[in-house]
């Protein structure tokens, strides 16, 4: 019985651990949704850095007026 108290107890801590990453959005997504752009070079004209993208090797760009 104990056994199989910790086999269950494992599993659950597994499935928790696999499941927390589930529903974070990534930044290239939060980016867009603000009205932006991904750049790998520097902004276009009339934008600004809002944040990045693609974990942090690209820029968000919005446009500034």
Avoid: W
Wanted: proline share 2%; glycine share 10%; hydrophobic share 30%.
């Amino acid at each position: 019985m104990r056994i199989l108290c910790f086999l269950l107890l494992t599993l659950c801590l597994l499935v928790s651990q696999s499941v927390s990453g589930i529903g974070k959005k990534s930044d290239h997504y939060r980016c867009v949704q603000k009205g932006g752009t991904c750049h790998f070079s520097s902004c276009p004209l009339f934008n600004k850095i809002e944040g990045t993208c693609y974990n942090g090797k690209a820029k968000c760009c919005i446009r500034s007026y």
